[in-house]
């Protein structure tokens, strides 16, 4: 597990500061992934774009091994479907635009049944208000094209965020044809109702598929899914198209980096080799994320 965890990167992690709840700010988070010996990091806020914070920590901390990234997630807090946050995020070195997740209709509807409740909307500020990507007759809207096509331009990633799948088939279509390079469905195991088959099609179409390993591993407040649900999940969508992130930071749970560490075990369990586990814990996220020069060498992985 230790050798694995040397050159992995977690896409997807809610460090602080935030409104919400953190066990630890960006800073502790690379300190601790810098000791693993990860090579990379994207947080991923509710509310703000970590671009500059991710520029200061890089800027002040060099010696850190694990770099830092971050992006945006398009909720109220940045103005929804702002083009002028995508490109600021774009500019400042961010890596990724997900569509809306709090405010995501989808969200708000999945909200009411469940028993997940995000004490940032509803302790501390004004209720989310849904942010639709699709308009009254079920076609893209045109600010969510205006979106599209900055992440086409600029070389972001696209995250499906919190859409409801059935939105997200629409958007990512709309993508490919507007020329964004890279797409990535977020944790279909829990809140956006994807299917196998969905996991299916969409790789087709050329995404990646990113899974939220806090809601696989014992233990973990958030586990919705059994490991041989993952493993069908990876299965049908290949290990070549997988992506593993902690989706962690939140207090009253594992640290990021022990929900790498419980994960690795996990694809362990289920049959995975150590060459389809560096694939999906580090060598996908690099090339989905443009950041394969940050990866160790095969020499010092052979080393660690």
């Known amino acids: ?10 896409p997807h992690v809610h460090s602080g500061p935030s409104i919400a709840p953190r066990g630890l700010d960006h800073l502790a988070l690379v300190r601790q992934m810098s000791e693993a010996g990860f ?32 992006g945006i997630a398009l909720n109220n807090v940045v103005g929804g479907l702002n083009p002028y946050a995508v490109e600021h995020t774009a500019a400042m070195g961010g890596k990724v635009v997900f569509m809306p997740t709090l405010a995501a209709e989808n969200h708000l509807r999945w909200e009411k049944t469940s028993s997940w409740v995000h004490p940032a909307t509803t ?9 639709p990507v699709l308009d009254d007759n079920g076609a893209v809207r045109d600010d969510t ?12 990633v696209l995250a499906s965020g919190h859409l409801h799948v059935s939105e997200t088939w629409k958007v990512f279509e709309e993508a490919k044809r507007r020329g964004v390079a890279t797409l990535c469905l ?33 233990g973990s407040k958030f586990k919705t899914r059994t490991g041989e649900d993952l493993k069908a999940l ?10 593993m992130c902690s989706d962690l930071g939140q207090t009253g749970v594992y640290s990021p980096l022990e929900g790498f560490r419980r994960g690795i075990r996990l694809c362990m369990d289920l049959g995975y080799d150590d060459g389809q586990i560096r694939k999906m814990v580090s060598t996908n996220a690099a090339r989905a994320f443009r950041i394969e020069a940050d990866l160790p060498s095969t020499a010092s992985l052979s080393a660690a």
């Open 39 to 70: 090579a990379a990091v994207i947080t991923k806020d509710h509310d703000y774009a970590g671009v500059t914070t991710a520029a200061l920590i890089s800027a002040n901390f060099p010696e850190l091994r694990t770099k830092i990234y971050s």
């Open 123 to 131: 302790q501390k500020v004004r209720p989310a208000r849904g942010v």
């Open 234 to 243: 990876i299965d049908v969508a290949g290990v070549d198209r997988t992506i």
């Open 1 to 10: 597990m230790d050798a694995l965890l040397v050159g992995a990167i977690d």
């Open 186 to 218: 977020t944790h279909p195991e829990d809140i956006v109702e994807a299917s196998l088959e969905d996991v299916r099609g969409l790789v087709a179409l050329g995404a990646y598929v990113e899974h939220s390993l806090c809601m696989f591993i014992e």
């Open 145 to 156: 094209k205006e979106i599209l096509d900055i992440v086409a331009r600029t070389g972001l």
